[in-house]
């Protein structure tokens, strides 16, 4: 298939670095301290090495359908009502991630820099932004990336040295104290973050060349770093008891960033790499939600059809009481997003698997049905 996709694989690769990487350095690492302890690291090779077998089912999917859309490849193998409602299942969903991500960042917003601002005025100037962003298209949203991106690299390599002043890597040690258990279990936690890779599939037919296994295989070590980095970091600057008290660990290790004597304070700078990490992640979802839909060359109907709903989610989310919020965001939400993309790929895995068997029986029956037909024009010829 000619695919005249907009975007490079060098900007798939810079994207999942924000959207993914947002959750996996930020809302994972308490949950991945709290079940794994010290041992965190491991839970997190545990489940990129999981991550990276599963990957093959993506590139089954993704050869399969010749990087077509993939809810016009599964309307012509399951039909139109089964493929309305995995899409409108999908969309849901996804809306519900981004509300979730939504509902997260302007809890933090909230509790450490703006206090006194009325929650409802936050999530109103927060939803205007992300839902520009989602309408203006996928090739504003990976050039607007490639920009912010620089400079939360930067900010994140600047804060990972600053603080090695600061950091005891004895205290990582002794490995596997409690066993290879807490390990398994809390792999499942960076694993959620590493499955939403499946959504670059919805964006398939926006991609220029087709996504090969070493692309993958790169895009989940960047993210294995994302979360090590500062899992890592809180081990050995809080110890893992303290680490897995803090509700965020990658935000608190900037409390601690000093340059010199008199250069302090520096946290602000973690502002910056938060909000834009979830504009990204959040207009990117939208957008990809836009595109299922079939909406997302019309700005009118993205605004009409995605931003109320996505609204209101977000509006839901703050009727939950913080500490239940935060208890379903860091435990069931995580694990029902893993469940979820997991279920997912299986049922697109066997799509791909039965419209092969199907395409190669209607190929004998053709084959089969122009055998007779020239083998009856042979005898009305004699």
């Not at 490849?73 to 139109?80: A, D, P």
């Not at 979820?340 to 895995?349: G, K």
Request: hydrophobic share 50%; glycine share 6%.
């Amino acid at each position: 298939m000619s695919n005249d996709g907009s975007i490079s694989i060098l900007h798939v690769v810079f994207l999942t670095m924000t959207f993914i990487g947002l959750k996996n350095h930020v809302t994972i690492i308490p949950s991945i301290l709290e079940t794994a302890g010290r041992d965190g690291w491991a839970s997190v090779l545990l489940g990129e090495l999981g991550t990276f077998l599963w990957v093959f089912l993506l590139l089954y999917v993704h050869n399969k359908s010749k990087q077509e859309p993939i809810k016009v490849w599964l309307k012509q193998r399951i039909g139109k009502v089964l493929t309305a409602i995995v899409i409108y299942g999908t969309t849901f969903y996804l809306l519900l991630i981004a509300a979730f991500t939504m509902r997260e960042t302007l809890l933090w917003v909230s509790t450490t820099f703006l206090h006194n601002t009325p929650f409802i005025i936050l999530l109103i100037i927060f939803v205007i932004l992300v839902m520009f962003l989602a309408a203006s298209g996928l090739q504003t949203i990976v050039i607007v990336n490639a920009f912010v991106l620089t400079g939360v690299v930067i900010l994140g390599f600047f804060v990972a040295f600053v603080n090695l002043q600061v950091k005891d890597y004895g205290l990582l040690r002794p490995f596997f104290e409690h066993g290879f258990r807490p390990v398994l279990m809390g792999a499942i936690y960076p694993s959620s973050g590493f499955v939403e890779l499946l959504m670059l599939l919805f964006i398939q037919h926006k991609i220029q060349k087709r996504i090969r296994w070493y692309h993958f295989g790169l895009m989940l070590v960047i993210l294995t770093g994302l979360t090590i980095g500062p899992l890592v970091g809180a081990i050995t600057e809080f110890g893992p008891s303290e680490a897995a008290k803090q509700r965020y660990p990658a935000y608190e290790e900037w409390g601690l960033a000093t340059i010199g004597r008199f250069i302090e304070h520096v946290d602000f700078f973690s502002i910056y790499q938060w909000l834009t990490g979830t504009f990204l992640r959040v207009g990117f979802i939208l957008y990809v939600c836009a595109d299922l839909l079939n909406i997302y060359d019309d700005k009118k109907q993205v605004w009409s059809k995605l931003a109320p709903p996505f609204f209101f989610l977000c509006l839901s989310l703050t009727l939950l009481r913080e500490n239940v919020f935060l208890l379903i965001n860091g435990k069931y939400f995580l694990i029902s997003t893993f469940l979820f993309f997991i279920i997912l790929s299986l049922f697109l895995t066997f799509v791909a698997l039965t419209s092969r068997k199907s395409s190669t029986k209607d190929k004998d029956k053709n084959d089969q049905k122009s055998g007779e037909e020239q083998s009856n024009q042979i005898k009305t010829t004699q």
